[in-house]
């Protein structure tokens, strides 16, 4: 089992560029979270998702958007990139108990 | 607001004791978690408290107080490996985790 996924690993983007962030997870659970992490900030939720075809807001949505057409992916979009969204993008799930599983990361820079 | 307060930085040496602590402010608690972060890698799980006391799980350790909205990570016989970060983290919910800043645990021989 490959627990949690994310692509792609590192990004640079140029301000104004779009991309997705793509996260999967193969052990059936319903819930699954994006979270960004800046130096000294710890880590925020942006998005989450309670299931198939739901999406909510977290603490900091803003320049954001999500979807869930699939159980096992969770699409982070960013529409046009701005400087302050460099950071790291953390993916999680969880499932009936309180743990949740981070996936490894997506490390991205816009300039 | 919401705020979870915990120290930036601890030191301590191999095999010694370190507490790190934690209080929060939240609106809606459901449990506080802790999680280990090894050089920005993925946060990993550590322990759950929902009620008052102290769960032990071998040489990691983790106490509540609701009352006093305040709970810690107490880490014992430390090795160099469990130089990493410690975030607590409120289960707000049953879903959503809200997380302090970290603590930065650095232990030398």
């Known amino acids: 089992n490959a627990g949690v996924t994310q692509t792609p690993k590192f990004r640079v983007l140029k301000t104004g560029q779009s991309m997705t962030l793509l996260c999967a997870q193969d052990?059936?659970?319903?819930?699954m979270y994006w979270y960004r992490q800046d130096p000294g900030m710890g880590l925020r939720l942006i998005h989450y998702?309670?299931?198939?075809?739901?999406?909510a807001k977290g603490e900091v949505p803003d320049g954001y958007n999500v979807s869930r057409l699939k159980k096992q992916n969770f699409l982070l979009g960013l529409e046009s990139a701005a400087p302050s969204q460099t950071s790291v993008y953390f993916c999680?799930?969880?499932?009936?108990?309180?743990?949740?599983?981070f996936g490894p990361g997506t490390r991205l820079t816009v300039t | 607001g919401q705020s979870l307060e915990q120290p930036s930085e601890v030191t301590a040496v191999e095999g010694a004791i370190v507490q790190i602590n934690c209080t929060y402010q939240?609106?809606?608690?459901?449990?506080l978690s802790w999680y280990q972060q090894h050089d920005g890698g993925a946060p990993t799980f550590l322990s759950y408290?929902?009620?008052?006391g102290l769960e032990e799980t071998g040489r990691f350790s983790s106490f509540l107080s609701r009352s006093d909205s305040y709970g810690y990570l107490l880490l014992q016989e430390l090795q160099m490996k469990d130089s990493a970060s410690y975030f607590c983290?409120?289960?707000?919910?049953?879903?959503?985790?809200?997380f302090g800043k970290g603590t930065t645990l650095s232990v030398s021989s």
């Open positions: 999680a799930t969880h499932q009936g108990d309180y743990e949740q599983y």
């Open positions: 052990m059936n659970h319903e819930y």
């Open positions: 998702s309670v299931g198939e075809g739901t999406t």
């Open positions: 939240t609106s809606g608690f459901y449990g």
């Open positions: 408290n929902a009620l008052d």
């Open positions: 983290a409120v289960n707000q919910a049953g879903t959503a985790l809200i």
